[in-house]
């Protein structure tokens, strides 16, 4: 019996997101079924993040075991060639027994696509989200390092998740602006429900000067998810790596 | 009477095309059915440049005329109501009356994407090509700049093309690589079917060491297509703007 990581690459776009569901497409079933037609095993996989539907990944990990004598590197190229064209195994390798995907992970990082422009953009418009005002990338930038380190972050979780332990530690926030095209970078030892879109949304707010940082400090402190933004769309959030 | 211009936004993946054709989504048909809708006018609109299916556009331009009495500039968001998602229209103004998108322009800039990755990417599938071996870029630059200036690219077009004149100036050709994607930039006064798609393709023929920068002078000056490279994918190209 071995320990299979994968590292896997998709477009969200068109499933309800990672995790298995009943009458909906999500990328954990494709990955399983095409593991299914390669080993004969009915495979459950982990995985370490289950992003929504809609948003992608460039660097979801995930985890199974299995009987099978493929080689663990080859695990990769043989499910591409069972997987849809929006979903790749970018690796994949053998990792220890107690190796669990989700478990193990001890940091993420996620990428974040604002598209700044007047009008909708077709070729942009599954990759990011429209921001059509004008933002002052300034005060967004020092309103973000207001919320590194270790904080507890209940008032940036969506309601409804069970999560008790709200306390997460951010070590990074980047911001990028090239041509119309923001993005942003977060990188933290692990982040709760909708957390990194509720932080764009929040700082898109203040950008657009709805808010200001002392609000959001409020927002931090009172763990009061109303005094933020809206949840930013899902269609330009991005898992772009899971550290072990 | 007027005469309006629109510059055009589209992704190109789900239609065969700008041109309008029988029994195939195209482009030209899809803003053609929002100017009836919007207007009650049959209205058949100028393309400046025909893409062929699955190529993208930020800035393609059309022109057309029309007794309607809506303001020029208000064209694009009436008509971006009535567009379906994957095509935009970016702007919108009156032209003089002589003017015509395709044989008023006087020169073009395109781009082309290479996504350089081992694995497919299926976030970038349907906007770059993929090359997966190494790119010698220093050869590729270099031999770039043998096509600039004014040729006979007879040897760049692909067959069945009724172009008579097959002499072009190319201004320009950047590239430049950021992460795992090269972009190329290709500015002139026109350019003929399949011509950046095929130049794209012999320099990549060339990076990999199949081709020497002496055989693409060669296929230029004894205008032989069968010399170059294959014409590089559809959904690496974008037609950038149209100059007037």
């Known amino acids: 019996m071995k320990n299979i990581m994968l590292t896997i690459e998709y477009d969200g776009t068109n499933y309800s997101g990672w995790q298995l569901q009943l009458n909906a497409p999500s990328i954990q079933e494709e990955v399983e079924k095409a593991l299914h037609k390669l080993t004969g095993e009915n495979i459950k996989i982990n ?28 695990f990769s190229k043989a499910l591409n060639g069972l997987l849809p064209e929006d979903i790749s195994i970018v690796a994949s390798q053998e990792v220890p027994e107690d190796f669990h995907a989700r478990y193990s992970a001890i940091g993420k990082r996620y990428a974040y696509h604002i598209y700044m422009g007047q009008n909708r953009s077709p070729i942009l418009r599954n990759f990011s989200m ?36 709200t306390i997460r530690t951010i070590h990074s926030i980047k911001m ?18 909708n957390m990194v879109r509720i932080i764009v949304g929040t700082l898109v707010k203040l950008g657009r000067g709805a808010m ?7 927002m931090l402190e009172e763990k009061d998810r109303s005094l933020g933004g809206p949840t930013a769309q899902p269609q330009g959030l991005y898992l772009e790596k899971v550290y072990y």
């Open 47 to 74: 995985g370490a993040g289950r992003t929504d539907a809609r948003v992608h990944a460039r660097g979801q990990v995930a985890n199974f075991y299995t009987e099978a004598t493929i080689l663990p590197e080859r």
């Open 212 to 218: 200001t940082p002392q609000q959001l400090l409020r």
């Open 130 to 165: 429209q921001v059509s005002y004008k933002l002052d990338l300034g005060i967004m930038k020092e309103a973000s390092e207001l919320l590194l380190g270790t904080h507890d972050f209940a008032g940036f979780m969506s309601t409804g998740s069970s999560v008790k332990d």
């Open 176 to 193: 990028d602006l090239k041509d119309s095209s923001l993005w942003f970078r977060f990188e933290g030892n692990g982040f709760l429900y």
